[in-house]
């Protein structure tokens, strides 16, 4: 059975942006999960990678920046609290350059992968946020305007991917 391009966008949008199972898109769209598994096989090959373009979704909504802060907050606080430590309880002078020197290399490291995430991924994820924003002022500004841009978002996403591989 033939389906339209709105069908596959609907399945692709389910599966991106609600983050939906791939198998809960499908039917929610009136696909068979086989569809939507080769649809979203096609669609890499010709370089819209769904699964990047969910990740990205997820960061523009807080997820990965969200689990990257928490993790280098808690590092922050036992980077600190050790160095309290070392302060408050002097050791060999020697063991206790060691032991600094160790923890300023994890710090770095640390920080360094924090600011490693996929570049594709932060600037996908800023597109987001900027067409996010945008949609707002639309439904605060231009209500008339808000149906055709939601229309055009999913196959815009679709291009945006395939574009920026």
């Not at 949008?13 to 809960?24: D, F, H, I, T």
């Not at 050791?91 to 060691?98: F, G, K, L, S």
Request: net charge positive; with cysteine.
């Amino acid at each position: 059975m033939a389906h339209n391009e709105s069908t596959r966008l609907a399945v692709r949008g389910g599966y991106v942006s609600r983050r939906l199972p791939l198998s809960e898109a499908a039917r929610q769209a009136g696909v068979s999960a086989a569809t939507a598994r080769t649809w979203k096989r096609q669609a890499k090959i010709a370089g819209d990678d769904w699964d990047t373009a969910r990740q990205a979704a997820c960061m523009a909504e807080g997820g990965l920046g969200g689990v990257t802060e928490r993790v280098l907050a808690d590092f922050s606080h036992l980077f600190a609290s050790t160095m309290a430590s070392l302060k408050n309880h002097p050791a060999d002078p020697i063991e206790t350059a060691r032991a600094m020197a160790t923890l300023s290399d994890a710090y770095s490291k640390t920080v360094k992968a924090a600011g490693c995430v996929d570049p594709k991924l932060g600037r996908m994820s800023i597109a987001l946020d900027v067409l996010k924003l945008f949609g707002e002022f639309l439904k605060e500004q231009h209500p008339e305007f808000v149906e055709p841009f939601a229309a055009a978002l999913e196959p815009f996403g679709a291009k945006l991917a395939r574009d920026w591989k």
